[in-house]
């Protein structure tokens, strides 16, 4: 079955710091790849995609994230953190063949200190 | 924009009560999705459907059903509603690929 890793439960930066939030999925071929931002009492909107082509993808709010095959990973970036960006963070694939369902990670809660 | 939107943000139950959320999308959308939300485990998805009238159990679809007569309806049903079953519910609607979510219903089952 697929499944999706966000190894880190909670992470705190400091504002203007960089971030990189991690995510690996388990799936036999190249899934389309997704990563959604949600902001407290929110639902989820989503941050950048992925489905083919250039590996690294840039999305909204300056995330990029970028798509490595040999490790099945799909980290997500940001190079200055703001406070605004304090928020739970959640990688999710969706394998090809199966049309759009969606699995999802555990999510990443990120806070940023001033 | 994609409009998405869930009947309730906060929704307060007694156990055993019939509980309905509705979402409602405005872009035409064939597919739409019931997730539910805990802490440390992410999205799961409860029942989803490809069509008017149609439905498909996601992973977690027991204790809940649904219904889409209307294209750009969807509706979750909670049977008899159970202490475990408090929790965020989000709705999601998509075209093709990319899923574009409501505000969510937190549900409390006293």
């Known amino acids: 079955a697929q499944s999706v890793t966000q190894p880190d439960i909670h992470i705190t930066v400091s504002e203007g710091a960089s971030l990189e939030l991690r995510c690996n999925y388990s799936?036999?071929?190249?899934?389309?790849l997704f990563w959604y931002v949600q902001s407290p009492g929110q639902g989820l909107q989503l941050l950048l995609k992925y489905f083919s082509g250039d590996t690294l993808v840039q999305g909204i709010k300056g995330f990029e994230a970028e798509f490595k095959r040999s490790q099945s990973s799909f980290n997500l970036r940001k190079p200055s953190v703001h406070w605004s960006d304090a928020a739970e963070y959640f990688c999710a694939v969706a394998p090809m063949e199966y049309g759009n369902k969606l699995v999802f990670g555990a999510g990443t809660i990120l806070r940023v200190k001033s | 924009d994609v409009k998405v939107t869930q009947s309730s943000r906060y929704l307060v139950k007694r156990t055993g009560e019939k509980v309905f959320l509705e979402c409602v999308q405005d872009m035409d959308h064939e597919n739409m999705f019931w997730y539910r939300q805990d802490p440390g485990l992410g999205l799961r998805l409860i029942y989803f459907?490809?069509?008017?009238?149609?439905?498909e159990k996601g992973d977690i679809p027991e204790g809940y059903s649904v219904s889409r007569e209307k294209k750009e309806r969807f509706s979750l049903i909670l049977e008899s509603a159970s202490t475990n079953q408090t929790s965020m519910y989000l709705c999601a609607s998509s075209e093709r690929d990319t899923q574009y979510f409501g505000p969510g219903t937190r549900l409390t089952v006293l």
């Open positions: 799936y036999g071929a190249t899934p389309y």
């Open positions: 459907s490809y069509d008017v009238k149609m439905k």
